[in-house]
């Protein structure tokens, strides 16, 4: 008999699903009665099948307030139609509602709340200074959230280690689903003449933009035949638009790409760059690795899960723009380096990866032991 799974998490889902998320939630389906609680893009439907989404709330800088408030309320009423054994949270905020709502609307389900990464970045290194004002009560909920869940989950060596932090022992470890199929479609390629930092992610604080922007600066005058490709956009998107004004022949600015646009981006370039501050487990230098590129990572979070320095990659500290700007010299101005790494960077590639159906089967064996129904 299969269990009633809900998922819950303030993922915005597109209907119908792309390629990759339907293999998912296929594999899920195949193991479990199945219901997903998420939000939706503004103006796609919001009921489809399995698939429940909420609406995006009109004022955009709202929206994960209003989310995180009226989440309780909108999760008891899912809990008394949907009846799930089991609820997957993909924070310990998500989890933090569900407590309030089990217990109005008085549905005994099990909690299973996975760690992807460090939460208190989403107070300290994302969006609005503002968010800093509530950093105590957020830290609260979500310490509270972690010792009350029946079941914790994570990703990594390092989520797990944060998680034994707050005192408590994950109930299992192992990756996300992520579909490598863009980047593992057609065979790597040689490095590009012309040499390429390449960076992918949102421009926030917890990316180190600024840091980047400084380090760049600091690299390209000593590399003038290199140039520096982001991708990305966010609140920080005014300093790239200064480091474009400042060094237009070296640097350029994508806000989107498609996997298979970040996928041909990759291979234009001689290396990736990760500058986090904060980082959870890093799908874009699995991306990376799965190119035959080297990525060049700072020593935090789940980053030195990845990247060993000067094997596949280089290390430097978050806070340290010269030391960032040195290794963007290394690597571009030495191709037989970057090959090298390159080389290393495409054989951990399988290291990280998991099937639809594995990742499937490993929720499902949790499930049961979390609920006692195997």
Same mark, same amino acid.
């Given at each position: 008999m299969k269990p009633r799974l809900l998922m819950i998490g303030r993922n915005r889902y597109r209907l119908p699903l792309n390629e990759s998320l339907e293999r998912k939630f296929a594999a899920l389906g195949e193991v479990a009665e199945l219901r997903v609680l998420g939000t939706s893009q503004r103006g796609d439907r919001r009921e489809s099948g399995r698939f429940h989404l909420l609406p995006v709330f009109p004022v955009r800088k709202l929206d994960g307030f209003a989310f995180y408030l009226s989440l309780p309320y909108r999760l008891a009423k899912e809990l008394r139609r949907f009846r799930p054994d089991a609820v997957l949270t993909q924070s310990p905020y998500e989890a933090a509602a569900l407590l309030v709502a089990r217990a109005l609307a008085r549905v005994p389900a099990s909690i299973v709340l996975e760690v992807h990464g460090d939460w208190r970045t989403l107070t300290r290194l994302y969006g609005s200074p503002l968010r800093r004002l509530v950093r105590p009560t957020a830290d609260g909920i979500a310490s509270f959230a972690l010792r009350r869940a029946d079941a914790v989950r994570t990703v990594s060596p390092y989520t797990t280690q944060i998680v034994r932090e707050q005192g408590v022992e994950p109930a299992d470890e192992f990756p996300a689903y992520m579909d490598f199929a863009s980047f593992i479609r057609e065979p790597v390629k040689p490095l590009p003449e012309r040499p390429q930092a390449l960076f992918v992610g949102v421009l +926030?604080?917890?990316?180190?933009?600024?840091?980047?922007?400084? #380090?760049?600066?600091? #690299?390209?005058?000593?590399?003038?035949? #290199?140039?520096?490709?982001?991708? $990305? *956009?966010?609140?920080?998107?005014?300093?790239? +638009?200064?480091?474009?004004?400042?060094?237009? $022949?070296?640097?350029?600015?994508?806000?989107?790409? *498609?996997?298979?646009?970040?996928?041909?981006?990759?291979?234009?370039?001689?290396?990736?760059?990760?500058?986090?501050?904060? +980082?959870?487990?890093?799908?874009?230098?699995? +991306?990376?690795?799965?190119?035959?590129? #080297?990525?060049?990572?700072?020593?935090?979070? $789940?980053?030195?899960d990845l990247v060993e320095d000067d094997v596949n990659g280089l290390l430097v500290d978050p806070g340290d723009p010269g030391a960032l700007a040195d290794a963007f010299v290394r690597v571009l101005a030495d191709r037989d380096l970057a090959e090298r790494l390159g080389q290393a960077a495409q054989a951990c590639a399988d290291l990280w990866s998991i099937s639809p159906q594995e990742f499937a089967r490993r929720v499902r064996t949790l499930v049961d032991r979390t609920t006692g129904l195997s």
């Open positions: +926030e604080r917890y990316k180190n933009v600024d840091g980047l922007a400084a #380090a760049w600066r600091l #690299a390209a005058p000593r590399v003038p035949d #290199a140039r520096l490709r982001v991708v $990305g *956009s966010g609140a920080l998107a005014n300093v790239v +638009e200064r480091l474009v004004a400042d060094l237009p $022949g070296q640097t350029h600015w994508v806000p989107h790409m *498609s996997q298979e646009e970040v996928s041909a981006a990759l291979d234009d370039s001689t290396l990736l760059v990760l500058p986090s501050r904060s +980082e959870g487990m890093g799908r874009v230098v699995i +991306e990376a690795f799965c190119r035959g590129r #080297a990525v060049i990572g700072t020593r935090v979070g $789940g980053i030195p």
